[in-house]
């Protein structure tokens, strides 16, 4: 923990000194929930941290426990007898109670389920039971609710009673005697509306709603699209089961942008920030891809060996093979990377690769040529005309097709049901490197053979 | 347009085809203002679109527009007449106003602004002269705002009356006389309160607030980790000045992260989306880099010919160059993207440096060790124990520099003042490739020398 944040905590150090529980409640009503959780982070030690959680009332405890991240928030459960951790865990957010729970050990899971209530109970059974990147495993089930023809004045009254138990009171849903979704209505509309107008007449229209297996891409691409402050999820007989509010959407986005990046940069899924994880888990996140991508670049080796006549009557040629082949590599990364992104925020659809198809192939025979006259003047200082033209006739041919294996590797593996994100740039520039020391030896043969 | 497309539309296309506004607008009024965006987007022509834009409600139609993309909004803007179109822009929500206004030419600019009631001319002006990645450009003037002093219930009347040309209602923000921001009351805390109780004693603890200045990624990060519906923006004064919704922080999160995704491949900014760029903007998005990259990659091919040498005596040499060099560059590539995404949603800081070195090393002893094993197995198969320890050595030691390389980086560039992301994988790779081939035949020329 730097200086600034000494400072910046302060307050609740001299409270923590204090040892009042009341004064340390009063320090702790001027910070967010999110930086206690920080202050708690940095101090797991149970004379600090833990102190504090314990001396904050249950409701705020309960917040701040569920922005606190998953490794410390293990060790906060080792530390915490099961009396405290159950007051704590019931305060907690639905959804965010689920996930602590997922990370207990079996006994711990065992001893706090049968000291919950029946009704956190059930839910957190249910909840559970989603599979983790679809809707059912982020929703909440701490949505406001409203049964059908009631007046907004009522509604009003039952969102302002019901208030501190609901993630959020700015949209209720309204549902029918069977649970069926009808449609959601603001507190904006109720408060504008005349008091005893049916909020049935309030609904808003246009209702965007998910079902439990949708994948976490998708809801926050539909809550990014329409602007929602909470997305209803529904269940296949369009009963309503939860909701997914903004912040955990615009939290899974964000994993999911990192995962992409980290994906494309070929390193695996890592538990936790890359400050907290250990060098171990960096380890195995990096080291798969690396010895896969070793032993397909044992191709290029070979390629070159299947060659060795040629690039030893001209070794002026291998001057200008990595040139060559880290432009294939470059183009290709390019156009890969457009298209996994394009892809992931929904932009591009597999529809679309006709027309980008020939988009791609304008542009990368652009590409081609530019770099074409660059490296001929290169060629021609270094190494005279006939291998000048070698090299910039392999530039053109290089370029084409690493940005074509850039655009259609993505759209294939979509096809194919992988993740397009795993047309990472080393699997790329892999496949460029091989074909473009193929194509650039063939030209060579073929064009020096003839003068 | 698909298939699918034109049976989700029926209604409208019907509605418009019968030419008769309120059966348009009723047909309208079912589906959401970004699926009408889209339909409009679709259809920019006269009779289509823009006959549909010109029959809905100008509430409804403002909104609508803000929608719209900058290359559709401009036709759009050269169609209508300036009537009908300061009526648009006067209901669009203010950001998205400024926004649009930036994209018309000159003259249509002048016309506009006149034709503008004084109120929105002002707001105009000063939204405008903020500068573009900066919250003042990304802020919002439709804040709901509430006198010191008043009663809980005079506050949820004033918001009730207020609230068609706000953004947001569920957060006030409480000023003094001089427009001094003293904090923020949540409708959900007004609703629950005694309807006597001063706003004043209900405002929240903690507000976060940022200032017009602050880049559009800190924003996006503040709200992010607050959960914030809404970030107030206050001048140097501390004067309340505008908001940033939560929404508008996702859609500038998004695009900061699209646009980092780009720059790991060297590609420049792109405006609007893959599927509608044209293929010159395309082109030189991605040629300034590629071109760079050429001329940087003939230090690789004078490495080469320095060591001219030592690779004719032992030609075996070559096969595993490629191999060599692409696992420095494929190593340095995770390390510099874990580390421009780190540094990007705020998970690694400057600070950090010091520790992650370490541990960095550490993974990259590791990672070095287990890629020097695989090789040394297909060295022995292919060149004998010679060149196979030259061949496990140089993963060892190329391994370790290009992964150092991408960690330290993105330091060095944060601290010039540089973006960290401007580290792409492109460039990370071509440093890698120099320095590969440099440590390769030296090695080899201290190994196979003394042998």
Redesign the interface.
């Known amino acids: 923990m730097?200086v600034q944040d000494t400072e910046f905590f302060r307050p609740l150090f001299t409270a923590l000194a204090a040892n009042d529980d009341s004064q340390i409640q009063i320090a702790a009503?001027?910070?967010?929930a999110?930086?206690l959780a920080d202050f708690i982070e940095a101090h797991p030690e149970a004379d600090t941290g833990i102190r504090l959680l314990n001396a904050l009332p249950k409701e705020q405890g309960g917040k701040v426990l569920g922005y606190i991240g998953p490794t410390p928030q293990t060790l906060i459960a080792q530390q915490l007898p099961t009396r405290s951790l159950t007051e704590l865990v019931t305060a907690m957010p639905s959804d965010e109670r689920a996930d602590f729970f997922q990370l207990l050990d079996e006994q711990r899971q065992h001893s706090l389920f049968q000291s919950l209530a029946s009704k956190e109970r059930e839910d957190l059974r249910r909840l559970a039971s989603f599979e983790e990147g679809t809707a059912g495993a982020l929703m909440s089930s701490d949505y406001a609710m409203i049964n059908t023809g009631v007046t907004a004045s009522a509604a009003?009254d039952l969102?302002?009673k019901t208030?501190p138990d609901k993630e959020t009171?700015?949209h209720a849903y309204v549902v029918d005697e069977d649970h069926t979704l009808l449609g959601a209505v603001s507190?904006?509309n109720l408060?504008?509306a005349t008091p005893s107008a049916s909020v049935n007449d309030l609904i808003a229209?246009?209702l965007?709603t998910a079902n439990t297996h949708t994948p976490q891409e998708e809801v926050a691409r539909l809550?990014?699209?329409?602007?929602l402050?909470a997305l209803p999820i529904v269940d296949h007989d369009n009963r309503l089961v939860g909701i997914v509010t903004?912040?955990d959407a615009?939290?899974a986005?964000?994993a999911e942008?990192?995962e992409?990046?980290?994906k494309?940069?070929?390193?695996g899924k890592l538990t936790g920030?890359?400050?907290d994880a250990s060098?171990f888990s960096?380890?195995r996140s990096?080291?798969q891809?690396?010895?896969i991508?070793?032993?397909a670049?044992?191709f290029?080796?070979?390629g070159?060996?299947y060659f060795?006549g040629i690039?030893?009557e001209h070794?002026a040629l291998?001057?200008?093979?990595?040139?060559l082949?880290?432009?294939a590599?470059?183009?290709g990364?390019?156009s890969?990377?457009?298209?996994?992104?394009?892809m992931a925020?929904g932009?591009?659809t597999v529809?679309?690769w006709g027309r980008?198809l020939g988009?791609e192939t304008?542009?990368a025979t652009?590409?081609g040529l530019?770099?074409a006259a660059?490296?001929m003047v290169?060629g021609l200082l270094?190494a005279g005309p006939e291998i000048a033209t070698v090299v910039a006739v392999t530039m053109i041919v290089v370029?084409m097709v690493g940005s074509l294996i850039g655009m259609l590797l993505p759209f294939l593996l979509d096809k194919l049901k992988f993740d397009p994100a795993t047309a990472s740039?080393?699997l790329i520039?892999?496949i460029a490197?091989v074909s473009g020391?193929l194509i650039y030896f063939s030209i060579a043969t073929a064009l020096l053979d003839i003068s």
Chains 1, 2 share one sequence.
């Open positions: 730097s009503s001027t910070f967010n999110a930086d009003i969102l302002r208030a009171i700015y507190l904006r408060i504008t229209t246009g965007v809550i990014s699209r329409y602007d402050l903004y912040d615009m939290d986005a964000e942008a990192t992409d990046m980290h494309g940069a070929t390193v920030t890359l400050r060098p960096l380890y990096r080291v891809w690396l010895v991508l070793v032993f670049n044992i290029t080796g070979a070159i060996a060795e690039i030893s070794i291998l001057f200008f093979m990595p040139l082949v880290a432009s590599g470059n183009a990364a390019q890969a990377t457009l298209m996994v992104r394009g925020t932009d591009v529809t679309d980008l988009k304008l542009v652009g590409l530019t770099m660059a490296v290169v270094r370029v740039t080393p520039t892999t490197d020391v």
